[in-house]
């Protein structure tokens, strides 16, 4: 009854919960793969999502390829994106809408 009464209240506090829950030491690699899935124009592939970090925009003015940020296992990305993210397609990812957590 005491996880009840402790759920959060909107879609906004559900999103923060989740958010919240990142293990912080992956909440950089994590916030681009979101970014990635939620400004993409169709579903990516998991393989996709998990090379997007290997380019790293912060180093330089133009965008420099980095393999040793490259995942070994690329499902990684699902496990660090938690419930954020959804098969579509059989194999292909995307953001969670609004309307599917309604």
Same mark, same amino acid.
């Given at each position: ?17 989740? +958010?919240?829950?990142?293990?912080? !030491? ?9 970014? @990635?899935?939620?400004? /993409? !124009? ?6 996709? #999502?998990?090379?997007?970090?290997? #380019?790293?925009?912060? +180093? !330089?003015?133009?965008? #420099?390829?980095?393999?040793? !940020?490259?995942?070994?296992?690329? @499902?990684? #990305? +699902? ?8 098969? /579509? ?10 309307? /599917?957590?309604?």
């Amino acid at each position: 009854m005491q996880q009840l009464e402790n759920l959060p209240e909107g879609l906004d506090e559900i999103y923060n919960h989740i +958010l919240r829950a990142i293990d912080r !030491k992956y909440h950089v690699d994590t916030m681009t793969f979101l970014q @990635w899935l939620a400004f /993409s !124009k169709r579903p990516m592939k998991i393989a996709e #999502v998990a090379e997007a970090i290997t #380019v790293d925009y912060d +180093l !330089k003015d133009v965008p #420099v390829f980095n393999p040793t !940020k490259r995942y070994a296992d690329p @499902w990684d #990305v +699902l496990r660090r994106c938690s419930s954020l993210v959804i098969e /579509s397609e059989g194999q292909y990812y995307q953001l969670i809408s609004l309307f /599917s957590l309604c």
